[in-house]
């Protein structure tokens, strides 16, 4: 992967992440179960306060794996000339959770404000590890974000855990070049796409529809998602639903097992030289990916330039258009921070301030999260070269409408993500039983949960 690619898109967003650290929920919950209030706030701040607190000389530090984030701290700090960002990339996904954990657990050295994963946010809030923005004026931005990432930050108690900062809504990247030669329309249904995907292999044993990786729990949530699924809800901090083995994960068991058992479809882990070599060669005719992929792909397959387009998921239900989300962060205040009031202002300011904003999309490609970015012209109107002068991004944009707002995340993502890849991925790879590996995985982190001493519901 491209060192600037990687650091623009997040890899970890993509790889959903293995297991991090030793220390079990159970422990975690006790090391933060003391009072790591800080300053924190429970009733609305005064406006009073907040000018108080935004003229007072102050230094905060941001954990961030974004690459050249300065020229955005620097809006802030214009603004808020007493206020000082001390920037630091403490790693990218894994290795930056991996040290916020231990500053938790030690009582010191963590960050006031950090970056973290949309499918992250439960993870850090279960450990009460997180300040509620909505005394600091978080509430007032909802409408400026996309329903959808709204409803990834906020807890199910209404608190508002983060800021979003950008998005990954799932379509389908496809070789328009290869669809003529081989007669392929642009599969509107999974069944248009699993005909598809027999019919190319027949025609060409040496090509693919698509590559659906076995080390790849991301996109097999993202695809989830899409479908409908619930596989994971909670209203209180000790109970949770776990539903990887319902009717609609075993739909998708049957589909991408058999697809992957007749061995119509890859199934190589991704992002590695092979997979990139691939792409490069035309051994994929499509890649399902997110909003993030079309930049990525630009960078990664330049001897394919002018040859890919964009276009929706295939629907289960042509009716009713859905997509699922594939990557996507937000700023989120720690609560031990000394100076939430400050902390607070800054995750709000540098996500929703609209020149930081488009920076973020124009700089360092996010692909946007507000609402007037993807409205933008400008922005949506681009039409790069690579893509045959599509407009890509209106293509994203439009997807993005369709993403569902319940979909919910697990407070132990690590290990969820480590037994999907030792059951459903395995079976990928191996050509096995895909239904019955989502039992595994749904049998592994039940067990899981209920060890973590989780009330669990569900199959």
């Given at each position: 992967?491209?060192?600037?690619?990687?650091?623009?898109?997040?890899?970890?967003?993509?790889?959903?992440?293995?297991?991090?650290?030793?220390?079990?929920?159970?422990?975690?919950?006790?090391?933060?179960?003391?009072?790591?209030?800080?300053?924190?706030?429970?009733?609305?701040?005064?406006?009073?306060?907040?000018?108080?607190?935004?003229?007072?000389?102050?230094?905060?530090?941001?954990?961030?794996?974004?690459?050249?984030?300065?020229?955005?701290?620097?809006?802030?700090?214009?603004?808020?000339?007493?206020?000082?960002?001390?920037?630091?990339?403490?790693?990218?996904?894994?290795?930056?959770?991996?040290?916020?954990?231990?500053?938790?657990?030690?009582?010191?050295?963590?960050?006031?404000?950090?970056?973290?994963?949309?499918?992250?946010?439960?993870?850090?809030?279960?450990?009460?590890?997180?300040?509620?923005?909505?005394?600091?004026?978080?509430?007032?931005?909802?409408?400026?974000?996309?329903?959808?990432?709204?409803?990834?930050?906020?807890?199910?108690?209404?608190?508002?855990?983060?800021?979003?900062?950008?998005?990954?809504?799932?379509?389908?990247?496809?070789?328009?070049?290869?669809?003529?030669?081989?007669?392929?329309?642009?599969?509107?249904?999974?069944?248009?796409?699993?005909?598809?995907?027999?019919?190319?292999?027949?025609?060409?044993?040496?090509?693919?529809?698509?590559?659906?990786?076995?080390?790849?729990?991301?996109?097999?949530?993202?695809?989830?998602?899409?479908?409908?699924?619930?596989?994971?809800?909670?209203?209180?901090?000790?109970?949770?639903?776990?539903?990887?083995?319902?009717?609609i994960a075993r739909k998708l068991a049957t589909y991408w097992g058999g697809l992957a058992k007749d061995g119509v479809i890859g199934v190589e882990p991704d992002f590695t030289d092979a997979w990139y070599a691939a792409l490069n060669s035309g051994k994929y005719a499509t890649w399902i990916t997110a909003a993030w992929?079309?930049?990525?792909?630009?960078?990664?397959?330049?001897?394919?330039?002018?040859?890919?387009?964009?276009?929706?998921?295939?629907?289960?239900?042509?009716?009713?258009?859905?997509?699922?989300?594939?990557?996507?962060?937000?700023?989120?205040?720690?609560?031990?921070?000394?100076?939430?009031?400050?902390?607070?202002?800054?995750?709000?300011?540098?996500?929703?301030?609209?020149?930081?904003?488009?920076?973020?999309?124009?700089?360092?490609?996010?692909?946007?999260?507000?609402?007037?970015?993807?409205?933008?012209?400008?922005?949506?109107?681009?039409?790069?070269?690579?893509?045959?002068?599509?407009?890509?991004?209106?293509?994203?944009?439009?997807?993005?409408?369709?993403?569902?707002?319940?979909?919910?995340?697990?407070?132990?993502?690590?290990?969820?993500?480590?037994?999907?890849?030792?059951?459903?991925?395995?079976?990928?790879?191996?050509?096995?039983?895909?239904?019955?590996?989502?039992?595994?995985?749904?049998?592994?982190?039940?067990?899981?949960?209920?060890?973590?001493?989780?009330?669990?519901?569900?199959?």
């Open positions: 992967m491209p060192e600037n690619l990687t650091s623009r898109s997040g890899f970890s967003r993509r790889s959903f992440l293995s297991a991090v650290g030793a220390t079990s929920l159970t422990a975690a919950l006790a090391a933060c179960s003391g009072d790591a209030s800080g300053g924190a706030a429970t009733q609305a701040v005064s406006q009073a306060d907040i000018d108080k607190a935004m003229s007072a000389p102050t230094e905060l530090t941001f954990w961030t794996w974004v690459p050249d984030i300065q020229q955005e701290v620097a809006l802030f700090e214009t603004k808020y000339p007493a206020i000082k960002i001390n920037v630091v990339n403490a790693g990218q996904g894994t290795p930056q959770y991996t040290k916020l954990r231990t500053a938790l657990q030690a009582g010191s050295g963590a960050p006031d404000v950090v970056q973290i994963e949309f499918q992250y946010i439960p993870t850090f809030a279960v450990i009460d590890s997180l300040l509620d923005l909505r005394p600091y004026g978080a509430s007032a931005l909802k409408d400026k974000f996309v329903d959808w990432t709204w409803g990834q930050v906020t807890g199910s108690g209404g608190e508002i855990w983060a800021i979003p900062q950008d998005t990954g809504p799932m379509g389908l990247l496809y070789r328009q070049d290869i669809f003529d030669q081989y007669g392929i329309a642009v599969p509107k249904t999974w069944d248009d796409f699993a005909a598809a995907a027999r019919k190319l292999h027949a025609a060409n044993p040496e090509i693919y529809l698509t590559n659906l990786a076995q080390n790849q729990p991301a996109a097999w949530h993202g695809l989830m998602w899409q479908a409908g699924a619930k596989p994971y809800g909670s209203t209180s901090k000790s109970d949770i639903s776990i539903n990887v083995d319902d009717d992929g079309p930049v990525f792909l630009s960078g990664s397959a330049k001897a394919t330039a002018g040859k890919w387009r964009a276009a929706p998921l295939p629907q289960w239900d042509a009716s009713k258009p859905s997509s699922g989300n594939w990557g996507g962060s937000t700023s989120a205040v720690i609560k031990s921070t000394k100076n939430p009031i400050a902390a607070a202002q800054f995750a709000q300011f540098v996500n929703s301030d609209p020149e930081s904003a488009k920076l973020f999309a124009t700089k360092q490609f996010f692909f946007p999260a507000t609402k007037a970015l993807l409205a933008d012209p400008a922005y949506v109107g681009d039409a790069p070269a690579f893509y045959g002068g599509q407009k890509v991004n209106q293509v994203f944009a439009d997807i993005g409408n369709t993403v569902n707002v319940s979909f919910q995340w697990p407070p132990f993502l690590d290990q969820v993500a480590t037994d999907w890849t030792e059951t459903v991925g395995k079976s990928l790879a191996d050509k096995a039983d895909t239904v019955a590996a989502s039992a595994q995985w749904q049998s592994r982190i039940t067990t899981f949960a209920k060890n973590q001493g989780f009330t669990v519901q569900g199959r």
